[in-house]
């Protein structure tokens, strides 16, 4: 049941890739918390699944699900056009948790993994952003945040993934850049560094490289969807009211 008195009481949550795992985890813990939630992913039926267990969770706000492809400028102006169409106003928390991998080793990558990634993890990243925070300013919304989910494999590396790697350390380099320029608007623009986490990203990953990684986690395991959810929570709500710039890992204590 959601929480009348929540955190994010009243607020309007943007959540791409809210589709699946950690992007859906984040849809839960926002609407919990009392925020109105858009769910936004190019797998539209996915998105409609999430929109209905928010339903399901309760509370007094209608939720919504929209399909978009973050790497179309075209798609993602659309999106925030029916978001304000519906609303009357802008989304004043946006996550970006819409990503993808094509792994491979570097002298097996071709040209078309190296852009997808580049197109959805960075650019889409860059698209939704910078089309949010310009709905912000000309709706007048009196405090925003924008939370990026990044990946601790940008600061690692990691075999098997130099185009991923370089998109993730991308949208850090971004998220501090940003977080500068939309201080003065109230905006705040922070990131996430998930470890590995238990979703459909993951299940592709052979058994012996996801041991071999389970090995290096002090923890010993990987993380759950709903662990980096309460983070962005934090981010998205006013309990982080004076972090902006910042990119937190959550990564059982896999680092650099
Ligand atoms: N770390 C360490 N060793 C790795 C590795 C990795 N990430 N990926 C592959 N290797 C090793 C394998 O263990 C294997 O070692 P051995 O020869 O000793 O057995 C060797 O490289 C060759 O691997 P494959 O036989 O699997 O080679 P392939 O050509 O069939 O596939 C690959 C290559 C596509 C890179 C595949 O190995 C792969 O998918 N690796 C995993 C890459 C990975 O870690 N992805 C993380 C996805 S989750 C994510 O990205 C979310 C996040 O932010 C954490
Ligand atoms: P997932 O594969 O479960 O979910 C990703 C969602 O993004 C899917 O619903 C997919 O349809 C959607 N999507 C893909 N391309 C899109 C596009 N062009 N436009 C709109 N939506 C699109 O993956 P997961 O694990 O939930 O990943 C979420 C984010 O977290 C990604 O950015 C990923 O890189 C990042 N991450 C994941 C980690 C993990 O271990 N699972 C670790 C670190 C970061």
Known sequence: MASPIGLLSGRLALVTGGGSGIGRAVCHVLAREGARVVVA?????????????LDDIGGRYEHLALPVDVSVGRSVQSLIVDIRGKFNAAPSIVVNSAGITRDNFLLKMDENSWNAVMNVNLKGT????????????????????IINIASIIGKTGNVGQCNYAASKAGVEAFTRSVSKELAKYNIRCNAVLPGFIET???QSVPDKVKEKFKALIPFGRMGLPE??????????????????GNCIEVSGGLAT
């Open 41 to 53: 992913d190019l797998n539209s039926i996915a998105a409609e699944e999430t929109k209905k267990h």
């Open 200 to 202: 459909p990203m993951v």
């Open 126 to 145: 860059f698209l939704v952003t910078q089309a949010a925070a310009a709905a912000m300013l000309d709706d007048k919304v009196p405090k925003s945040s």
């Open 227 to 244: 662990e980096v959810a309460e983070v962005v929570l934090f981010l998205a709500s006013d309990r982080s009211s004076y972090v902006t």
